[in-house]
């Protein structure tokens, strides 16, 4: 057991007797003299002139004004309060984050840290989370180059729209729906593509789906 720089061990209580009001107390310090801070302001008090053992009562001195926002009267105990209780309550400010959607990008105001501004944005979130991973394991497991992909970006960049059929994505459908937002690789994963913006086009569900791994004619657009 590890012992303290006087050769007592950690843990060691000692029995001690308050010497403001005679009490015996445990304490942890050897050298303790009261039993608690109410002893020890007590005597605080008594050593600046204080006689007798009464506690110090609250100041009694009071200033009666008219609240500056509702003008009824009230009773301040600080010179410089100038608002009642309820007006002082009522304008509490709090912490407030103007945030911008992760999801669909409009700007909202919480008081906390958040990503979405709505539960249905937060899944449609964790499902795109869910989707980039799967294709990270996939361009892990054929030792593909791999870059950070935002899907979000990545709609964005290309309009909303899909480079297979030319139509606009639905932001609000999740897959399965058919015009969900898709991630879809140019040079497919399994022909050697890489997972890298240059490498990735937004696509429907349905879209994507149909092509599978096959490649047509997009691996001209990365010649740009």
Known sequence: MSRRADGTLHGTCYDRTCIHCG?????????????GY????????????????AEPVRSSKVYPRDC???????????????????????????????TECATCATLFTCRYTRR????????????MAKR?????????KRDAYIANVSPRKV??????????CGKALNRKAVV?????????????????????PLNCRSAHFQCNS?????????QLLLVA
């Open 68 to 98: 500056d926002l509702c003008r009824q009267p009230f009773i301040a105990r600080h010179c410089d309060a100038y608002q009642c209780i309820i007006c002082r309550d009522a304008t509490k400010t709090c912490r407030v984050f103007i």
């Open 155 to 164: 709609f964005e960049r290309d309009g909303w729209k899909c480079h297979l």
């Open 176 to 196: 399965p729906h058919p015009k969900a937002p898709t991630i879809d690789h140019i040079i497919p994963l399994s022909s050697g593509g890489t997972h890298e």
């Open 116 to 127: 979405t501004c709505s539960p249905e944005c937060a899944e449609t979130a964790r499902l």
């Open 23 to 35: 009490h015996t107390f445990r304490t942890r310090k050897a050298d303790a003299k009261y039993c």
């Open 38 to 53: 109410r002893c020890v302001n007590l005597a605080r008090y008594d050593r600046t002139g204080r006689t007798g053992k």
């Open 210 to 218: 149909i092509k599978g791994n096959r490649g047509g004619g997009e």
């Open 132 to 140: 980039e991973a799967k294709h990270r394991r996939r361009a892990i």
